[in-house]
């Protein structure tokens, strides 16, 4: 049997029938049979140059030796070699690719089966790539862009050199998306997306992370050259858009982390990058560009201008406080009120908060600012509570504070010298914020909780803790932001985010606060999701001491 020069004649119907290449060897190795589809094969493979089946196998699923095809494989150890993928290289340098089967039979033949795969292949690599890039601009899409980031940070560590990371946001996105629509909205991004693409070197990678944020990794340059690569890309942003025969101008907030300095590994470099970005959003945007927690950059004018007025205004008692009421939604009542910040400029007039809390922070002031803040809320607490009234008094408190360590002693002092107690005063802390820096942000939490200070997260959402983490802190509230809340009675996405956060908090025994009310609706709808509380404008404005009773 295993000696016969041909096969069934009933085997070589079947065969002659399916779609793949089929060979029949015998036990020496010599082909007996090759169906009509095999035989197309080679003389493909003989057209195209490559002699003895396969000229070379560029790919496979094991290590073989180019000359131990399959075939010889199976026939030398007499077990099956399946799935194995071979390519030829054609002349011009592509490559087919073949599926081959090798599986030797009881009477010492060898049947292989060979399957093109190249369509299909390329296809699956099509597929891959474009999972990998942003549909909109073509650039890579984050997934893409962490993977390089990674690399970059891997080969900066070997290397012993330095990278940055910038992350760009459009300052007036919503405002074209909202005037000229979503068609505008996506041409002016592919616009922006060439643009910034021609800035940047072949070693840098670019990227669009999704909405109208961008990134960028700039191996081997620390901030001097970052900031050249900023101002060459904030420049190629000054030239007006053509959206359709409208003119439209956008500038960009960016944010700066270099490694290693603000990070050793892609999620603490992104973090740091993004709270920087947000940080030059809340300064005004435009051109502004942040690092994290930086010194104050001695170049930027905003700055150098308004920090000895600030640093006069709080010599001088020129910040005043308004108090927002927090409404439980159960009985309708305020149990609690937020202090928030105005600087009553001698020429400006009321400034508000976003205006000088980041200026104040980033250039030695941020103590003051928050002691001030807080012994004028407490002493103001304390009058209500002489005048019979039961209102708490919660104070923002930024990441500056959380990190210094004599804000403990600065919270303390002020409790006693206003003969408070902790439990009258509450600190609500921004999500991003908290999450700069994790272990030291909760030393001094532990701290405060330990003096009965009640501790709420602000602005949840935007930052990029779970509630898992926070449920590891000794916080007793949350405060959904209130883009959120806005959004949530004419946008899916928000209301699940409102309702998952709450549910979830709840479970975790966190208290919830929506913040931004500004309609009837949206507290009809917070109420039946069961949240804790509420704040807004449909409820109270902020309001001088004076109006809160
Ligand atoms: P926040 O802590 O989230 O404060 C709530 C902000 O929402 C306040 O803005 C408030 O006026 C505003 N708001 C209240 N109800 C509504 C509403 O129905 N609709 C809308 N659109 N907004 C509403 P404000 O006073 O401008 O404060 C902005 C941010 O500045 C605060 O956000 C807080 O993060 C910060 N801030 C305020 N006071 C201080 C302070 O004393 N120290 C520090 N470090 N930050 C402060
Ligand atoms: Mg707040
Ligand atoms: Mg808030």
């Excluded at 795969?117 to 549909?135: H, I, K, N, P």
């Excluded at 250039?363 to 600012?369: E, P």
């Excluded at 709450?502 to 500004?518: F, I, K, M, P, Q």
Aim: proline content about 3%.
């Amino acid at each position: 049997m295993a000696g016969k020069a041909s096969i069934d004649p009933a085997f070589a119907a079947a065969y002659g029938a399916v779609g793949c290449g089929v060979i029949v060897q015998d036990a020496t190795g010599r082909v007996i049979y090759t169906n009509e589809t095999a035989r197309r094969m080679r003389a493909e493979q003989e057209l195209i140059g490559a002699q003895d089946g396969v000229e070379r196998v560029v790919s496979t699923g094991a290590a073989l030796a180019d000359a131990d095809l399959p075939s010889a494989a199976a026939l030398r150890t007499r077990t099956a070699v399946r799935g194995m993928v071979v390519g030829i290289r054609v002349p011009d340098g592509a490559i087919r690719w073949r599926r081959v089967d090798a599986v030797p039979t009881d009477d010492g033949r060898v049947v292989t089966t060979v399957v093109d795969v190249s369509e299909q292949r390329e296809a699956e690599r099509a597929l891959r790539e474009q999972a990998l890039r942003d549909a909109l601009t073509q650039l890579p899409n984050r997934a893409l862009f962490l993977d390089r980031l990674e690399h970059g940070i891997a080969r900066a560590k070997r290397e012993r050199t330095v990278l940055s990371l910038l992350v760009m946001d459009l300052d007036s996105f919503k405002e074209v998306n909202d005037t000229f629509g979503h068609h505008a909205g996506d041409a002016l991004l592919r616009q922006v997306a060439e643009r910034l693409a021609r800035c940047v070197r072949r070693s840098d990678s670019i990227a669009r992370l999704g909405g109208d944020e961008f990134a960028f990794v700039l191996p081997n340059t620390n901030e001097i050259g970052a900031a050249v690569v900023v101002r060459s890309l904030l420049g190629a942003l000054e030239e007006p858009f053509d959206l359709s025969g409208q003119s439209v101008s956008v500038g960009a907030s960016v944010g700066l982390a270099l490694f290693p300095r603000h990070g050793e590994d892609a999620d603490a470099l992104m973090r740091r990058a993004e709270i920087a970005m947000y940080t030059a959003k809340r300064a005004g945007g435009g051109s502004a560009t942040y690092t994290f927690e930086d010194e104050l950059d001695e170049r930027s004018p905003h700055l150098l201008k308004v920090v000895p007025e600030l640093r006069d205004a709080l010599e001088h008692d020129e910040l005043a406080l308004l108090y927002q009421p927090i409404v439980e939604l159960a009985t309708r009542r305020s149990e609690r009120v937020e202090a928030l910040v105005r600087w009553r400029h001698p020429t400006r007039g009321l400034v508000l908060p976003a205006d000088f809390v980041a200026a104040a922070e980033r250039s030695g002031l941020a103590r003051q600012l928050f002691e001030k803040t807080l012994r004028i809320a407490l002493s103001e607490c304390a009058a209500w509570r002489a005048a019979g009234s039961e209102l708490r008094v919660n104070v923002n408190i930024s990441t500056r504070n959380l990190v210094d360590p004599e804000v403990v002693d600065v919270v303390a002092g002020a409790l006693s010298d206003t003969g408070l107690a902790g439990e009258w005063l509450g600190l609500e802390i921004t999500e991003a914020m908290l999450m700069a820096d994790p272990d030291r942000s909760l030393r001094t939490l532990t701290r405060l909780h330990g003096m009965g200070v009640y501790l709420a997260v602000d602005d949840f959402g935007t930052g990029y803790s779970s509630l898992a983490y926070l449920q590891r802190l000794p916080v007793q509230a949350v405060k959904i932001d209130r883009s959120f809340v806005h959004d949530m009675t004419r946008d899916e996405a928000s209301l699940a985010i409102v309702l998952a956060t709450s549910d979830l908090a709840h479970r975790l025994g966190l208290r919830v606060v929506a913040e931004g009310v500004e309609d009837a609706e949206t507290l009809d709808r917070l109420a039946r999701a069961g949240v804790d509380a509420a704040q807004g404008h449909h409820l109270a404005r902020p309001m001088p001491a004076a109006q809160l009773a």
